[in-house]
């Protein structure tokens, strides 16, 4: 009888006494012993993955759900968090391709680069909020935080997976209870964690928790092909990577985590089917090679990707080995986190810095080699972090900061795992001092978690802290915040921060621009077009700045100098809404109706979401008696946003000048529901219940508007 073969009989009859077992299989009494606790131990963990209902079972299962919801409770703040001026108007607030779900808009983001990127399912997810919410920031973090709950559930099964693995394949004698206390402290770093609230509280990072959500998905299904050989699982595997694909190009490294996983602690190899493990991720390198062809191509047409020159091959190498250490040192003490970690280009590759940085990670790679027989984990931990690290690792510089919180998404999860195994393993033994343990990394991730959403607020508070831990290093920084300050009405405010832009960037073209624009809003008039002219003479094709200095020369009453920056505006950017609008202006002072309808008529249509476009082209509209014009324009409103009442205002409104008052009473009552606060809109219904000769009605809602309008003074 073979050992698997005894190993069967013993689980099959496992109610019969050992003395009887070791009789019958002629293994002695410990062999039989230690049979029997490997057999109960398999049997509980294998209660997490399915559908019983054993008190073991439900302990695994309160064990998985508690780091979630300790994630949620900690992530509750950040659904407050309102939009940051950090790409969330490009990405979100302005970027019409995701107010609609039809087919042209949906071929958009599956054939198009956007903004260095190409992640249609990213796009997708942004397009589904907006259908739910609108631009209501709130429907953007839940659905945030809901992946990352889920990503941190994902996670705990993974680490369960992979150490219970580690545990049959012999590399150490542990029990149950230290794989499960080992993945519930993983799961509490995962969740918990400081350096995720970028990827969760900032609305733009989408990419990053939904590429992680697919790909943490794949990782598990993965884990179940390779134990079980069903195939249909590995085709499950490949979707869910493509998915991943589809949401962040930073997945392309997962084969080759699975090739590490193979290695340990599956030990596929060495098994004579390594022709096998080899063929079978053919589809997942062909596909990873595509993706990776197709990410820089997206960032160097925005010209994201820094060049040589700018940026030197060998001071990207020496980064490289800095963004290592640097993104472990914040895992383990994550203090002075920061939005952008901006680089600072030195001479001197040789800093203290950097020769440290290498050294380490030799060192670490020693140590890794000489244990790869004893501890195997070790070595395959440090090339996970390693190869998922590398897409973001500085040698293809993308911006200018030498890592990002959000890199850490994916990075995290070896580490994260080594350091939950190896302090459940000097604490296991000890039960008070695992709850110890728990309850203290609970609390300062917790804290420090809480903290750190409080900086994605709004854009004030991002970037006061960005210069908080890095004052006068950034330019960048600077100019945003005073952005943001202008933004808030604060303009006092924001003249120093811009003033600080420029003295560490005195040829930064929207540092030179903001502040034409701040001391436009202070009437310094002169000064204003000193600094729009500052910054043409810097780059001559920034349309933004010509727009800006037109409208400086418009308020001064100067019309053809006005209109002719407009027209350079326009010429240089077809896209320029403001110019086309601006320009729209002139003509109407001018008394050209026509060309000022063709004007706003083509900023609308650039950007047909935007209420002031909507309601320049509509004024248009009336004034040339072109009411049915502006029914259609109202209507196609509605359909881009069916949650904005101002649509069903002024259809309302529309419908009542041309005399169909059945129409307006149904836009103007969908109005109220939206908006019953608003006196405008009962006051309006009350004028067309009179004209239908409903007394009662048009009475009963011009006393509703006269009540929300309250006393007047």
């Known amino acids: 009888m073979s050992f698997k073969a005894k190993k069967d009989f013993i689980s099959q009859n496992q109610t019969l006494p050992a003395e009887e077992l070791a009789s019958k299989t002629g293994l002695n009494l410990r062999q039989v012993q230690k049979l029997l606790e490997k057999i109960k131990d398999e049997k509980q963990i294998a209660g997490i993955f399915n559908n019983g209902v054993g008190e073991k079972t439900r302990v695994h299962w309160v064990v998985a759900l508690t780091p979630v919801l300790l994630t949620l409770l900690v992530y509750l703040p950040s659904l407050s968090n309102g939009f940051v001026n950090w790409d969330d108007p490009d990405n979100i607030v302005n970027n019409i ?7 042209s808009s949906l071929k958009w983001m599956f054939i198009s680069f956007f903004r260095g990127f190409w992640f249609p399912l990213n796009l997708l997810s942004l397009a589904l909020d907006y259908r739910i919410g609108g631009l209501d920031p709130r429907i953007y973090h839940v659905h945030s935080l809901v992946l990352h709950c889920v990503n941190t559930f994902l996670f705990y099964h993974i680490c369960v997976r992979v150490l219970e693995l580690g545990r049959k394949s012999g590399n150490w004698q542990k029990s149950t209870n230290w794989v499960m206390n080992s993945s519930f402290l993983a799961a509490l770093f995962f969740g918990l964690h400081p350096l995720h609230v970028e990827t969760v509280s900032w609305a733009t990072d989408r990419k990053d928790v939904l590429c992680g959500f697919y790909y943490l998905a794949a990782l598990l299904v993965y884990l179940d092909y390779a134990s079980s050989g069903k195939k249909w699982k ?33 030990k596929r190899f060495g098994r004579d089917i390594e022709k096998k493990i080899v063929l079978e991720k053919v589809p997942f390198f062909l596909a990873a090679g595509l993706v990776g062809l197709l990410a820089p191509l997206a960032e160097s047409q925005i010209g994201a990707m820094l060049t040589m020159q700018e940026l030197p091959f060998v001071y990207r190498v020496a980064n490289t080995f800095n963004s290592i250490f640097f993104q472990f040192g914040k895992m383990i003490l994550p203090l002075n986190l920061s939005t952008l970690y901006p680089i600072t280009i030195n001479v001197n590759v040789f800093t203290v810095e950097n020769i440290v940085s290498f050294i380490m990670f030799v060192l670490v790679t020693w140590i890794c080699f000489s244990y790869r027989h004893k501890w195997p984990f070790l070595g395959i931990g440090w090339l996970a972090f390693l190869i998922t690290l590398a897409p973001v690792s500085g040698l293809f510089q993308t911006g200018g900061q030498i890592t990002a919180d959000r890199y850490t998404y994916l990075t995290c999860l070896a580490p994260f795992l080594l350091m939950a195994s190896g302090i459940v393993a000097l604490v296991s033994n000890r039960k008070w001092m695992m709850v110890l343990v728990s309850t203290v990394i609970t609390f300062l991730l917790g804290w420090a978690a809480i903290i750190q959403t409080q900086t994605w607020k709004d854009s004030i508070a991002l970037w006061e802290n960005v210069v908080k831990v890095y004052p006068g290093v950034s330019y960048v920084a600077y100019s945003n915040l005073a952005l943001a300050y202008e933004t808030a009405g604060r303009i006092d405010d924001a003249l120093s921060p811009i003033d600080q832009a420029l003295a560490i960037n005195p040829k930064s073209v929207h540092s030179h621009e903001e502040k034409g624009v701040l001391l436009f809003h202070k009437g310094l008039v002169n000064e204003a077009i000193q600094e729009f002219q500052n910054t043409i003479a810097l780059d001559p094709k920034q349309a933004s700045a010509h727009v800006n200095l037109g409208k400086v020369y418009l308020q001064t009453g100067k019309l053809d100098n006005a209109k002719t920056e407009f027209e350079i505006a326009i010429s240089l950017d077809p896209g320029s809404v403001e110019g086309f609008d601006s320009l729209a202006g002139i003509y109407m002072q001018q008394g050209h109706a026509d060309q000022a309808l063709d004007a706003v008529n083509t900023a609308y249509n650039l950007e047909p979401s935007n209420m002031k476009y909507v309601l320049d082209l509509a004024a248009i509209y009336q004034k040339l008696d072109k009411i049915d014009d502006s029914i259609e324009l109202f209507k196609r409103g509605i359909d881009l946003n069916p949650r904005e009442s101002f649509y069903y205002l002024d259809l309302g409104i529309a419908y009542y000048l041309k005399g169909m008052y059945p129409d307006a ?23 067309v219940y009179s004209k239908l000769g409903q007394t009662e009605l048009a ?3 011009i006393q509703k508007a006269t009540a929300l309008e309250g006393p007047r003074h």
């Open 699 to 701: 009475n009963e809602n």
């Open 234 to 266: 590995l085709y499950c595997c490949f979707c869910l990577f493509v998915f991943a694909l589809m949401s962040k190009p930073m997945a392309v490294t997962l084969p080759l985590v699975f090739i590490l996983l193979d290695v340990w602690p599956l």
């Open 97 to 103: 391709r995701i107010r609609s779900l039809d087919f």
């Open 665 to 687: 009473v149904e836009m103007l009552k969908k109005a109220s529901d939206l908006q019953p606060q608003n006196p405008d809109i009962f006051r309006k219904l009350g004028s």
